[in-house]
């Protein structure tokens, strides 16, 4: 079945450490997007790649790396400059520009606490 | 800059009550309109979708109309059931500029409880 994949569902990170959650899509979609979302205040937007090795800052990047190496594949990092890392992130993908009005597939989401 | 405001929650109703969820938009484009329902520990989902004004979405017993003149697209559902309970998000995608193409604006999320 077509969709998509994030892993792991739930991650404990130690203060201070870096740690990579994986998003992989089998959709063939161009467009990829990592949101974080807390209590209260929806969803943010991270990064955002509408093309494999291209991507764009969303409206909370700091401390927050990514990469587009491959069309199925957009990991979000989540390093120790993140004041506040523990959320709920979401990563979802959508066709692109190039086909409009169309909709984004999410998926299931990684629940990342600092301990 | 686009947006969208949507209504706060919680909202609480009894099982067969009549449901709005209002939201409204401002978009410098020509936005596509969207509901997404997210269910506890999971992903978000699309519930409904609109692409040009005057167009109604609708799916499972829920609705909303595109309505440019009063830049709405309110969520209703006739009868609502204990399943329907979930958080529900309103959001924008403007297709026509620059580096911003098909990226989503969401609304806070409105908490949705029914009661048996």
């Known amino acids: 079945d077509g969709g998509i994949t994030q892993s792991p569902k739930y991650l404990f990170r130690k203060e201070g450490q870096n740690v990579t959650l994986s998003c992989e899509q089998n959709l063939n979609h161009d467009a990829m997007y990592w949101y974080r979302q807390d209590p209260g205040q929806g969803l943010r937007l991270i990064y955002y790649?509408?093309?494999?090795?291209?991507?764009q800052k969303g409206d909370i990047a700091e401390g927050y790396s990514v990469s587009r190496e491959k069309k199925e594949s957009f990991p979000l990092t989540v390093t120790s400059a993140q004041k506040n890392p523990t959320a709920f992130y979401l990563c979802?993908?959508?066709?692109?520009?190039?086909?409009?009005?169309?909709?984004?597939?999410f998926g299931q989401g990684t629940r990342l606490t600092v301990v | 800059g686009d947006s969208v405001t949507q209504m706060e929650g919680p909202v609480t109703l009894s099982e067969e009550a009549f449901l709005t969820i209002n939201c409204t938009y401002t978009a410098t484009g020509y936005p596509s309109l969207f509901w997404y329902v997210q269910y506890p520990g999971e992903g978000l989902q699309l519930l409904l979708k609109a692409t040009k004004a005057d167009d109604k979405g609708s799916n499972k017993g829920f609705e909303a109309t595109y309505r440019k003149e009063t830049t709405s697209f309110h969520l209703e559902k006739g009868s609502v059931q204990v399943s329907d309970s979930a958080v529900y998000f309103c959001?924008?995608?403007?297709?026509?500029?620059?580096?911003?193409?098909?990226?989503?604006?969401f609304g806070r999320g409105t908490q949705l409880t029914v009661w048996p």
């Open positions: 790649s509408q093309i494999v090795n291209d991507f």
């Open positions: 959001a924008l995608s403007v297709s026509d500029r620059g580096s911003t193409l098909g990226r989503l604006y």
């Open positions: 979802a993908s959508s066709p692109g520009p190039s086909v409009r009005r169309t909709e984004a597939f």
